[in-house]
């Protein structure tokens, strides 16, 4: 396995066709992300991603309604594929809300644990217990 480097120059995060160009992590916002580098209609546009052995691989659609039952019960993903499924345990909430002239923003940052399978670059994965957040977020300017 490789080990992943610390990104600390700035710079974009995609290239010109939508692929990433460094490999790595950052502790602070370092890279430029441009939703539009993506080579999608922007209702394809998907954040489902699973980072795994300094790796990032795209999951998907996977499907799951989070305000069924409340934010903060059980949930079940699913990915089209059968690729991603998983048991999601809510432990916090993190709700923000701003109101500010025409910008008006609610997202719900649900953290909690996964527990299930995922399926990535030829391998099963068995997760338990893993901490994660999953978000439902409205935008309105």
């Known amino acids: 396995m490789q080990k992943q480097i610390e990104i600390t120059g700035g710079g974009p995060l995609l290239d010109k066709n939508g692929v990433l160009i460094r490999r790595g992590y950052a502790v602070k916002a370092v890279l430029e992300y441009r939703r539009s580098a993506i080579k999608a209609p922007p209702w394809r546009i998907k954040e489902n991603m699973l980072f795994y052995g300094g790796e990032a691989?795209?999951?998907?659609?996977?499907?799951?309604?989070?305000?069924?039952?409340?934010?903060?019960?059980?949930?079940h993903f699913?990915?089209?594929?059968?690729?991603?499924?998983?048991?999601?345990?809510?432990?916090?909430?993190?709700?923000?809300?701003?109101?500010?002239?025409?910008?008006?923003?609610?997202?719900?940052?649900?953290?909690?644990?996964?527990?299930?399978?995922?399926?990535?670059?030829?391998?099963?994965?068995?997760?338990?217990?893993?901490?994660?957040f999953t978000e439902h977020a409205v935008n309105n300017w």
């Open 57 to 75: 691989f795209k999951i998907s659609e996977v499907r799951f309604d989070l305000a069924e039952g409340g934010y903060m019960s059980p949930k």
């Open 78 to 132: 699913s990915s089209d594929d059968g690729s991603f499924e998983m048991d999601f345990t809510p432990v916090y909430d993190r709700y923000t809300e701003n109101k500010i002239l025409f910008v008006d923003t609610r997202c719900h940052q649900i953290f909690g644990r996964f527990t299930g399978k995922a399926r990535i670059g030829g391998k099963e994965l068995k997760i338990k217990d893993l901490t994660a």
